[in-house]
Nanobody
Framework: QVQLVESGGGLVQPGGSLRLSCAASGSIFSINVMGWYRQAPGKERELVADSTWGGSTNYADSVKGRFTISRDNAKNTAYLQMNSLKPEDTAVYYC??????????WGQGTQVTVSS
């Protein structure tokens, strides 16, 4: 099993920044994809960004140019740097890991609220 723990969420003003962290532990295969998803009230969970073990990245159009995903494979940790935050970024953000066997793991989620 793999456990994922997110941290770094909170309340910020529009235009502010937050950095989310996701620490993975347990039986982790090196070849995996780690990513961030979010779910706002009344909406489906959506992909924000993800990154392969080799560093290839993918972003939702809504966050391109503002968010950056990175990972430290030695620490089994993924990060999401969020800049120029907007009220519409308000959501619960979830860390996700998918291994080469297509097994998916989810963190507990961390709340990000962007409001004046």
């Amino acid at each position: 099993q793999v456990q994922l723990v997110e941290s770094g969420g909170g309340l910020v003003q529009p235009g502010g920044s937050l950095r989310l962290s996701c620490a993975a532990s347990g039986s982790i295969f090196s070849i995996n994809v780690m990513g961030w998803y979010r779910q706002a009230p009344g909406k489906e969970r959506e992909l924000v960004a993800d990154s392969t073990w080799g560093g290839s990245t993918n972003y939702a159009d809504s966050v391109k140019g503002r968010f950056t995903i990175s990972r430290d494979n030695a620490k089994n940790t993924a990060y999401l740097q969020m800049n120029s935050l907007k009220p519409e970024d308000t959501a619960v953000y979830y860390c996700n890991l998918r291994d080469f066997l297509k097994k998916a793991y989810w963190g507990q989620g961390t709340q990000v609220t962007v409001s004046s």
